[in-house]
């Protein structure tokens, strides 16, 4: 018992030590939350910068594309604008205007769409009176996207030939490419009111009716189309395709009035 006797200032002495260093512990501890803590913070603002830093990249490529819009409506107005400024040519006849049709009409065919269209805008000073030559630009314009020049040659050939149906199934072409189905509908229907036998009119009139869901008067007109279009045109395959789609939804969807030829 002598032996295990262990001096009672010695224990308080290794309990003192046990706590200071329990206490150094606890301090570390909280110096280790307070920076995980500030890591913590500092991980948050970093994100919160590279978020906006995103969305300033998208909101600078979405101005950049709108400038480059811009940039092409303004030249195609800059070239529209040179080609009417352009000295008219010493003869301006009727038979100058049908010969530089018949140019244009080869550069278009060889694919030189924008030699096409100066071309016609030469024809048209010679022969100002001929709406074919506006409507010739107005589909090639179309094909350089320049819709809203397209428009201007439509409604000027119609000026001088209120029934010209080449020119009213134009501007339906028009409407429908950009998404004005009511309109091209409209249009398509004035063209066959000028030419029963526009075959393209009444296919346009087929697109214009599929893309309102008027279903009856896409049957009607995908039939005119079919009966005048001789057999082996291309186009026929893609008619009877858009009719079957239209017999399809006709079916699925609740009965619509005849529509009236």
């Known amino acids: ?3 295990a006797w262990v001096p009672l200032s010695s224990t308080r002495s290794r309990l003192t030590q046990a706590e200071a260093r329990a206490l150094e512990v606890e301090h570390e501890l909280e110096q280790a939350k307070a920076l995980g803590v500030k890591l913590g913070e500092r991980a948050a603002a970093l994100s919160a910068e590279k978020s906006a830093a995103v969305e300033r990249g998208r909101s600078d490529a979405a101005e950049l594309l ?7 409506r303004l030249r195609l107005r800059l070239a529209r604008a040179r080609a009417e400024q ?3 040519p010493a003869a301006t006849n009727p038979r100058d205007g049908k ?10 065919r060889a694919g030189k769409a924008q ?9 048209i000073r ?5 709406a074919d030559l506006y409507v010739d630009r107005a589909f090639v314009r179309m094909q350089l996207k320049d819709f809203q020049g397209a428009t201007s040659d439509c409604e000027s050939a119609l000026r001088l030939n209120p029934n010209h149906a080449l020119a009213w199934n134009n501007l339906a072409m028009i409407r429908l490419g950009q998404g004005d189905g009511p309109n091209a509908l409209k249009l398509a229907r004035r063209a066959l009111q000028s030419d029963q036998n ?16 008027q279903w009856e008067e896409a049957l009607l007109a995908g039939e005119g189309a079919l009966q005048r279009l001789p057999a082996g045109d291309p186009r026929r395959a893609m008619v009877e395709r ?3 789609n239209a017999r399809a939804k006709r079916d699925a969807a609740e009965p619509s009035p005849t529509p009236t030829r």
């Open 66 to 72: 709108s400038a480059n819009a811009e940039l092409g």
């Open 126 to 130: 010679a022969d100002a009176q001929n």
């Open 242 to 244: 858009s009719l079957k």
């Open 198 to 213: 526009l075959v393209n009119a009444w296919i346009m009139r087929l697109s214009a009716a599929a893309m309102t869901k």
């Open 115 to 123: 030699e096409g269209a100066e071309r016609l805008t030469t024809a």
């Open 1 to 3: 018992l002598v032996g």
């Open 86 to 88: 352009q000295p008219r």
């Open 99 to 108: 010969r530089l049709q018949a140019e244009a009409r080869a550069l278009i």
